[in-house]
């Protein structure tokens, strides 16, 4: 079932209001995606809790399998608790600080203004999405970016800015002023378990 880059079917998949967006189709349409849909939910196995606590995660960011499998990899490798560490590396993505500077109204679209080039980073062009941003980073708009339609209505959107971004006046630019102590600092919509996430990975690495 391809759901990458579908977030109504995404989140039918994973049982929750992902993002917690105003006009989320799942408040209407819980049931999940497909012919068999309406059918209750079995009882999960705990394989079953680990896999859907992964994707929660991996369709959050917007990531594909193999990209999410490499930023653990790096997490586990990494001094340090591992939740935190990829907490950490997931949260400063360039794509994921556009969308939470509120720049789109979703990350899938934050993926295109920065593989479009319309991102600076301590000015100069990046349009890779994977980017990490480093702490004391600065991330603007490019001018044209500044004046596009699609990203005036995402800044006013009703969706807090964590602490650890720093949003100018107008909102159209930012920086990173620290990286995420804990899993809480990132207000996530739905519930998210990075510990399932590690028990599952655990066994496979």
Not at 34 to 59: D, M, P, V
Not at 118 to 134: P, R, T
Not at 148 to 156: A, C, E, G, K, L
Request: glycine residues 8%; proline residues 3%; positive net charge.
């Amino acid at each position: 079932m391809n759901l990458i880059n579908n977030p109504a079917r995404i989140e039918r998949y994973c049982g929750v209001d992902l993002w917690g967006r105003k006009n989320s189709s799942f408040n209407k349409r819980p049931n999940r995606p497909g012919q068999h849909g309406l059918r209750r939910r079995r009882k999960l196995s705990n394989y079953a809790l680990q896999l859907i606590a992964k994707q929660k995660f991996r369709f959050y960011y917007g990531m594909k399998e193999g990209q999410f499998r490499r930023f653990f990899k790096i997490a586990m490798n990494k001094k340090g608790d591992t939740g935190i560490n990829m907490i950490r590396m997931l949260e400063s993505r360039l794509d994921n600080v556009v969308y939470r500077l509120k720049w789109s109204a979703t990350i899938f679209g934050a993926k295109q203004l920065v593989s479009h080039g319309h991102i600076l980073v301590n000015g100069s062009k990046v349009d890779v999405a994977s980017y990490l941003v480093s702490a004391g980073d600065t991330v603007e708009l490019k001018e044209k970016a500044k004046n596009m339609s699609v990203v005036r209505q995402s800044v006013d959107i009703e969706r807090d800015i964590p602490s650890y971004l720093k949003a100018s006046s107008d909102g159209l630019s930012g920086s990173l002023s620290k990286l995420p102590d804990a899993i809480e600092e990132v207000g996530y919509n739905a519930p998210m378990d990075m510990p399932l996430v590690i028990g599952m990975y655990s066994r496979l690495m």
